[in-house]
């Protein structure tokens, strides 16, 4: 029997960062070292934060059991989109995104998320992401999917303020993901959760 998509299921946490950390590096190897040594900020050096970051929220997320199920590194479209981490259990379905600042200072107030004082458009790209995983997600599964972007932060030991959250997305510290994720309220019955991850864990649905 023929099988037309992949299980994504089998994808590695930070597997689309680190596969672009690779090919920044193979592309300039010389430079590539040369920049580790001097701390010089590149686009490899990005990614591969990124992607450590990434494999430091998906262990949180590897404490949730029972019925919470984990998708890592889902690819979405044609153009080289990923959503770092989707999670689905009976507190709901949500789009993680993991970001990764060393040593940085982060202050957030509703729409606003400054990094080292600097604005940052993390909250509009979460809020843009959950809901194109909804959209795709609810015509994969035929029934409706309701999607919330989360925000993980990761190495943030030069302080988190968060004076509000933005509206349908949450900020929230690494080494509370899992069990902020627990504390949420049951909206979707066992069957809802299992036919909807059955469904996100195919590659097809996200094309």
Same mark, same amino acid.
């Given at each position: 029997m023929?099988?037309? *998509?992949r299980?994504l299921?089998?994808?590695?946490?930070?597997q689309?960062?680190r596969e672009?950390?690779?090919?920044?590096?193979?592309?300039?190897?010389?430079?590539?070292?040369?920049?580790?040594?001097?701390?010089?900020?590149?686009?490899?050096?990005? *990614?591969?934060?990124?992607?450590?970051?990434?494999?430091?929220?998906?262990?949180?997320?590897?404490?949730l059991?029972?019925?919470w199920k984990?998708?890592?590194?889902v690819?979405?479209g044609?153009?080289?989109?990923d959503?770092?981490?989707?999670?689905?259990g009976p507190?709901?379905?949500?789009?993680?995104?993991?970001?990764?600042h060393?040593?940085?200072?982060? *202050?957030?107030g509703?729409?606003?998320?400054?990094v080292?004082?600097?604005?940052?458009?993390?909250?509009r790209?979460?809020?843009?992401?959950?809901?194109?995983?909804?959209?795709?997600?609810?015509?994969?599964?035929?029934l409706?999917?309701?999607?919330?972007g989360?925000?993980?932060?990761?190495g943030?030991s030069?302080g988190?303020?968060?004076?509000d959250?933005?509206?349908g997305?949450?900020?929230?510290?690494r080494?509370?993901?899992?069990? *902020?994720?627990?504390?949420?309220?049951?909206v979707?019955p066992?069957?809802?959760?299992t036919e909807?991850?059955?469904?996100?864990?195919?590659s097809e649905?996200?094309?």
């Open positions: 023929r099988v037309d *998509w299980d299921a089998s994808h590695r946490p930070g689309a960062a672009q950390a690779d090919e920044r590096r193979r592309a300039a190897p010389i430079r590539t070292v040369a920049a580790r040594a001097l701390g010089v900020h590149t686009d490899e050096r990005a *990614w591969r934060i990124g992607a450590a970051g990434e494999e430091k929220v998906a262990a949180r997320l590897d404490r059991s029972g019925p984990v998708l890592h590194a690819p979405v044609t153009r080289g989109s959503i770092d981490h989707l999670v689905v507190g709901g379905v949500f789009t993680v995104n993991a970001k990764h060393p040593d940085a200072r982060i *202050w957030v509703g729409d606003t998320f400054l080292n004082g600097k604005h940052q458009p993390y909250v790209n979460s809020r843009h992401e959950a809901a194109r995983a909804a959209r795709l997600l609810s015509a994969a599964a035929g409706e999917v309701s999607v919330t989360v925000i993980a932060l990761v943030v030069g988190l303020t968060i004076k959250q933005p509206d997305v949450h900020v929230v510290a080494k509370r993901l899992h069990r *902020w994720l627990l504390k949420r309220p049951d979707l066992p069957e809802h959760v909807i991850f059955d469904t996100a864990r195919r649905t996200w094309q």
